[in-house]
Every structure is written in structure tokens, then in C-alpha cells.
T-cell receptor
Framework: AQSVAQPEDQVNVAEGNPLTVKCTYS??????LFWYVQYPNRGLQFLLK??????LVKGSYGFEAEFNKSQTSFHLKKPSALVSDSALYFC???????????FGKGNQVVVIP | AAGVIQSPRHLIKEKRETATLKCYPI?????VYWYQQGPGQDPQFLIS???????DKGSIPDRFSAQQFSDYHSELNMSSLELGDSALYFC????????????FGPGTRLTVL
């Protein structure tokens, strides 16, 4: 069975500093990996995905993520955080041949002005 | 751009009542998914449909049923509601394919009293 771990409950970062949200996964076969962001009382918004190819994936709103197969990680990064980036971030995995997304527990990101 | 539409946005029911949640996918999307997100939890996959046929089934209680109609909209029917069914219910849609991202609706917040 597939699983996703997001080890930190909350990530605090000063505005303008680099932001990293960690994610590790466990899945049999090749994984399809996704990051979503959720603002209060809103649905999940797609940020980016890794399917194959270049390990560095660029997504929406200046976010990027690096796929590391040996460490089974897919950390989300942003070079310079904005206050408006404060939200709940979910990492998700979708195993090959499977419809469903398996989400991590989510990370609350707080960007301090 | 058109997004996933869910109705109602909020629903309050008593224990043992029934509820019907509706989902209208993004035009031309052929696959619909339902997820349940409890308070402070990550979204859990319930069920999905591709071309009006059930394509995958997750941790959906027997009291719940769902279907996808000829116009691709989907309905989640919930009977004998329990307090523990109180949650945010998301519908997502995508084009069929493991690598296609799912686009989420705003969710229906169900409160069971």
C-alpha cells in the first residue's frame, strides 16, 4: 500500500526567506507525486506534479519540488516566501495504475511578515 | 476557466437522516472522484467513476452510495447519517490517465447533529 509522510506539523518562515515543506513516500512501482495547497474553507488547489523526467519540477506561484528517488522524497520549495503563501500544504502519491490519491497529513505553513 | 462545482456548500442534518451531495466536473473531464476530509485530517479517498462506471473504491461505508450520470455529474448519497460523518466532502475531476492531476471542487461541509 502507498503512503506519504509529512514529518512537520507546522513550518514557520519569515517573509522573503526560502520555504521548504518536506514529503517522503512509500509506494510499489513508479510513483506519480503531487503537491496541493488548501486555503481556509477552500478546496485543494493543484501546485505541481512529478511523473517522469527532470527531477526538478516547477509549478504554480513560484513553487518547485525536487524528486529524489534514492531518498523517496519530494520536497516542496519556494525561494522567497510571501505572507499569502500561508496555507495548508498536502503531498500526495498516486501509484501507477491506480486512480486514487493518497495524501499526507498536511503541513501548515505560516509566513511571518 | 470552469472549475468543479459542488452543491450544496453547506448541509446540516440530524442523525439517521439522508443526504445527497452533487458534483459537476470540469467540462470534458471523464473521471470523478469523491474524498472525505474529517476535521484536522487529510482527505481520504471514497470512490471514483470513469465514463459512468465505478472505477475504484476506497474506504466508503456501506451506508454511502454514488453514481455518475450521463451528463458526467455525480451524486454521493449518504443514509443513516452518524455524527462521525461530519466532514468536508470533496469532489474532484480529471481526464482519465494516471498522470493527470485531479482538480478539486470547493467541497460540501456536512454537519450531522
Amino acid at each position: 500500500a502507498q503512503s506519504v509522510a509529512q514529518p512537520e506539523d507546522q513550518v514557520n518562515v519569515a517573509e522573503g526567506n526560502p520555504l521548504t515543506v518536506k514529503c517522503t513516500y512509500s509506494v510499489s512501482g513508479n510513483p506519480y507525486l503531487f503537491w496541493y495547497v488548501q486555503y481556509p474553507n477552500r478546496g485543494l488547489q493543484f501546485l505541481l506534479k512529478y511523473i517522469t523526467g527532470d527531477n526538478l519540477v516547477k509549478g504554480s506561484y513560484g513553487f518547485e519540488a525536487e524528486f529524489n528517488k534514492s531518498q523517496t522524497s519530494f520536497h516542496l520549495k519556494k525561494p522567497s516566501a510571501l505572507v499569502s503563501d500561508s496555507a495548508l500544504y498536502f503531498c500526495a502519491v498516486r501509484p501507477y495504475g491506480n486512480n486514487r490519491l493518497a495524501f499526507g497529513k498536511g503541513n501548515q505553513v505560516v509566513v511571518i511578515p | 476557466a470552469a472549475g468543479v462545482i459542488q452543491s450544496p456548500r453547506h448541509l446540516i442534518k440530524e442523525k439517521r437522516e439522508t443526504a445527497t451531495l452533487k458534483c459537476y466536473p470540469i467540462p470534458r473531464h471523464d473521471t470523478v472522484y469523491w474524498y472525505q476530509q474529517g476535521p484536522g485530517q487529510d482527505p481520504q479517498f471514497l470512490i471514483s467513476f470513469y465514463e459512468k462506471m465505478q472505477s475504484d473504491k476506497g474506504s466508503i461505508p456501506d451506508r454511502f452510495s454514488a453514481q455518475q450520470f450521463s451528463d458526467y455529474h455525480s451524486e454521493l448519497n449518504m443514509s443513516s447519517l452518524e455524527l462521525g460523518d461530519s466532514a468536508l466532502y470533496f469532489c474532484a475531476s480529471s481526464l482519465q490517465g494516471d498522470y493527470n492531476e485531479q482538480f478539486f471542487g470547493p467541497g460540501t461541509r456536512l454537519t450531522v447533529l
